[in-house]
């Protein structure tokens, strides 16, 4: 069964940080680039960031660059997202998604989710 | 940044209605348009991709339609499982960006 299960989600403080993985699980991961997104409470989805499936380049919303790392461990089939620096405003639960793509003309599309795991930051 | 508008925010339907939920790209994304149908605590689930492919097991009374900026999301026959939240996003250009969500309620 294709599947992916977040984890490493908590109640942090205010300028703290926080490690999310996410474990893959019935596909070939390192054949797939894999995303996280997010959603605030009362808020609709939002796109975090990208990892291509070597690691080698890496894309973020403007709102956590500089603070938030996304990488990889193909040995290990898993996505981690380094939080830092966490603000009120990424509190949110967070997804893990892979990323799939119709390469003919490069549509891509996030066919796999997790079921999230819920970041809390308290002021 | 590209902008993507879905009208309405929430709708309230019934059992075996026909609904039709639209999205709006703020520039041109040709056929860069994915559908997901969210219900809390569950994984988000890919309905849609390129603006018009049904993703493999989700169910024929799904269509979408559009390409540009203006696009559309049909339920044929609402069922009572299809109460959820849609969302259209965009893989134009990054960043990939997301509608605020269509509510379809009872």
């Known amino acids: 069964e294709v599947q992916l299960v977040e984890s490493g989600g908590g109640l942090v403080q205010r300028g703290g940080s926080l490690r999310l993985s996410c474990a893959a699980s019935g596909f070939t991961f390192n054949n797939y680039l894999m995303t996280w997104v997010r959603q605030a409470p009362g808020k609709g989805l939002e796109w975090v960031a990208n990892i291509k499936q070597d690691g080698s380049e890496k894309y973020y919303v403007d709102s956590v660059k500089g603070r938030f790392t996304i990488s990889r461990d193909n040995a290990k089939d898993s996505l981690y997202l380094q939080m830092s620096g966490l603000r009120a405003e990424d509190t949110a639960v967070y997804f893990c998604?892979?990323?799939?793509?119709?390469?003919?003309?490069?549509?891509?599309?996030?066919?796999?989710w997790g079921k999230g795991t819920t970041v809390t930051v308290s002021s | 940044d590209i902008q993507m508008t879905q009208s309405p925010s929430s709708l309230s339907a019934s059992v075996g209605d026909r609904v039709t939920i639209t999205c709006r790209a703020s520039q041109t994304i040709t056929s860069y348009l994915n559908w997901y149908q969210y219900k809390p605590g569950k994984a988000p689930k890919l309905l849609i991709y390129a603006a018009s492919n049904l993703q493999s097991g989700v169910p024929a009374g799904f269509s979408a339609s559009g390409s540009g900026t203006d696009f559309t999301l049909t339920i044929s026959s609402l069922q009572p499982e299809d109460f959820a939240t849609y969302y259209c996003q965009q893989s134009y250009s990054s960043p990939w960006t997301f509608g605020q969500g269509t509510k379809v309620e009872i």
């Open positions: 998604a892979r990323v799939d793509a119709d390469y003919r003309f490069y549509y891509y599309y996030m066919d796999v």
